[in-house]
Nanobody
Framework: QVQLVESGGGLVQPGGSLRLSCAAS????????MGWYRQAPGKQRDLVAR???????TYADSVKGRFTISRDNAKNTVYLQMNRLLSEDTAVYYC??????????????WGQGTQVTVSS
């Protein structure tokens, strides 16, 4: 069984910063890509940023230059540093990962989500 546990959400003022963390645990053979998605009320869940095991990154246009994704492969952890936050960044942020639990089995996993609220 594999679990993704997020932390670091909260309330922040516009222009502020937050750092999200997501740790994967359980029967992990290897992790290919890890990423963050977000879902605002009444909207679909969208990609925020993603990073491969080799460090290749992808960002949504709306967060380029403000957010930075990174990972610690030894700790099976992915981070999202969010700077210059805007009210439109308010959403539930979900961690996602493509994880191999054996040489032949790979699945996609989601965390439970963490709320980020940007408001004065």
């Amino acid at each position: 069984q594999v679990q993704l546990v997020e932390s670091g959400g909260g309330l922040v003022q516009p222009g502020g910063s937050l750092r999200l963390s997501c740790a994967a645990s359980g029967s992990i053979f290897s992790i290919y890509s890890m990423g963050w998605y977000r879902q605002a009320p009444g909207k679909q869940r969208d990609l925020v940023a993603r990073i491969t095991s080799g460090g290749r990154t992808t960002y949504a246009d709306s967060v380029k230059g403000r957010f930075t994704i990174s990972r610690d492969n030894a700790k099976n952890t992915v981070y999202l540093q969010m700077n210059r936050l805007l009210s439109e960044d308010t959403a539930v942020y979900y961690c996602n990962a493509d994880i191999r639990t054996s040489l032949t089995r790979q699945s996609n996993y989601w965390g439970q989500g963490t709320q980020v609220t940007v408001s004065s």
